[in-house]
């Protein structure tokens, strides 16, 4: 099912714009695929494609009910969206799976040592989710951060990469984040057509050696739009006498993974249980299954470079709606004249 144009009003003389994984993208064409609702594997001929200059802020949206039960077969009328409390009219709907690029982003510092096994196992199984057209890529964490494994539709060489992976030295979990959303974010420039993409970070505490602070990685994650899903290992503290030091550290790091996912419309969890980590892959995965992508051309009339929130309402009762909490406007770029 291609995603569906509803409406739309294309202004003849404006920079092509698309808000694919969630900063405003360009896009310099005359005709823009619309692909970020395109089931995988869909023909070419099915896409709807919007002619001339648009610019298109595009959401990922999880909806449940009360009870948290992922909600699927709704329609872009159950859908309202509003930006700085301002209604928009939603221009491109679709409720179907769209293939997706999947970052795994693995801490392997020493800490990890006694669960790697099992983490391992976890990780591999949570690659079941990848679909043909899907994409993944996994990322190695210690003192220094290591794609071992390059974006691609290979899913047994990830599982390869994910069965190497030896644990030693400190963790440097900001630096690995910042990383991998620079290479996402670059992806998603060169790539050809527009993909959903998330993140999936998996640590047992702190940071202890990264360069990069948390600030500067939740202001990329707002550039970016990449949904990021933070799971952190509820280990038991050591028995010292500045626990109290590791009660804080341990406060601090679930304070910042809670902000990132709330921020990019993901989820955060704190399994106590190794045990408990492939439930959590499993949510994980039916969510991205689910997902709903909305479109909508913003009204906004904030100068670019100012922060935008974003408000998504299901029009139903119970029915509750998840995305991230909004985008950085960017100016227009000029469209290349040969």
């Not at 983490?119 to 690659?127: E, R, S």
């Given at each position: 099912m291609a995603c569906k144009p509803l409406g739309l009003a294309v202004p003849p003389s404006r920079g092509t714009q698309l808000n694919g994984g969630g900063h405003m993208r360009r896009v310099a064409s005359i005709a823009l695929?619309?692909?970020?609702?395109?089931?995988?594997?869909?023909?070419?001929?099915?896409?709807?494609?919007?002619?001339?200059?648009?610019?298109?802020?595009?959401?990922?949206?999880?909806?449940?009910?009360?009870?948290?039960?992922?909600?699927?077969?709704?329609?872009?009328?159950?859908?309202?969206?509003?930006?700085?409390?301002?209604?928009?009219?939603?221009?491109?709907?679709?409720?179907?799976?769209?293939?997706?690029?999947?970052?795994?982003?693995?801490?392997?510092?020493?800490?990890?040592?006694?669960?790697?096994?099992?983490?391992?196992?976890?990780?591999?199984?949570?690659?079941?989710?990848?679909?043909?057209?899907?994409?993944?890529?996994?990322?190695?964490?210690?003192?220094?951060?290591?794609?071992?494994?390059?974006?691609?539709?290979?899913?047994?060489?990830?599982?390869?990469?994910?069965?190497?992976?030896?644990?030693?030295?400190?963790?440097?979990?900001?630096?690995?984040?910042?990383?991998?959303?620079?290479?996402?974010?670059?992806?998603?420039?060169?790539?050809?057509?527009v993909r959903r993409q998330a993140l999936v970070v998996l640590s047992d505490g702190d940071d202890t050696s990264s360069l990069i602070g948390f600030d500067d990685v939740m202001d990329l994650a707002k550039q970016s739009g990449i949904g990021i899903y933070t799971i952190t290992l509820q280990t038991p503290l050591p028995v010292q006498s500045d626990a109290l030091v590791d009660t804080e550290s341990r406060t601090a790091i679930e304070f910042a993974m809670k902000a990132l996912a709330q921020e990019t419309g993901a989820r955060a969890f704190f399994p106590a249980k190794i045990e408990e980590l492939a439930g959590v892959y499993g949510?994980?995965?039916?969510?991205?299954?689910?997902?709903?992508?909305?479109?909508?051309?913003?009204?906004?009339?904030?100068?670019?470079?100012?922060?935008?929130?974003?408000?998504?309402?299901?029009?139903?009762?119970?029915?509750?709606?998840r995305t991230r909490a909004g985008y950085i406007a960017t100016p227009p770029a000029p469209i290349a004249r040969r």
């Open positions: 695929l619309c692909v970020f609702g395109a089931a995988a594997g869909a023909a070419p001929q099915d896409a709807a494609r919007f002619h001339g200059g648009v610019d298109i802020v595009a959401l990922n949206v999880v909806v449940t009910d009360g009870r948290g039960k992922l909600i699927s077969g709704l329609s872009s009328r159950d859908f309202a969206v509003l930006e700085d409390g301002i209604p928009q009219d939603i221009a491109c709907f679709a409720g179907t799976p769209v293939p997706v690029d999947l970052a795994l982003l693995l801490d392997t510092s020493a800490s990890m040592t006694d669960k790697i096994a099992t983490v391992q196992k976890a990780a591999v199984g949570f690659t079941e989710v990848v679909r043909p057209g899907d994409r993944i890529s996994v990322v190695d964490v210690k003192e220094s951060v290591r794609v071992v494994h390059p974006l691609d539709e290979n899913v047994a060489g990830a599982r390869a990469a994910i069965r190497s992976m030896v644990p030693r030295g400190s963790t440097s979990l900001y630096n690995g984040l910042y990383m991998t959303l620079k290479e996402m974010m670059k992806q998603r420039r060169s790539a050809g057509d949510t994980i995965a039916g969510e991205l299954a689910t997902q709903y992508s909305v479109g909508y051309v913003s009204k906004n009339p904030q100068p670019a470079g100012a922060y935008r929130r974003v408000t998504v309402r299901i029009e139903r009762p119970e029915a509750r709606a």
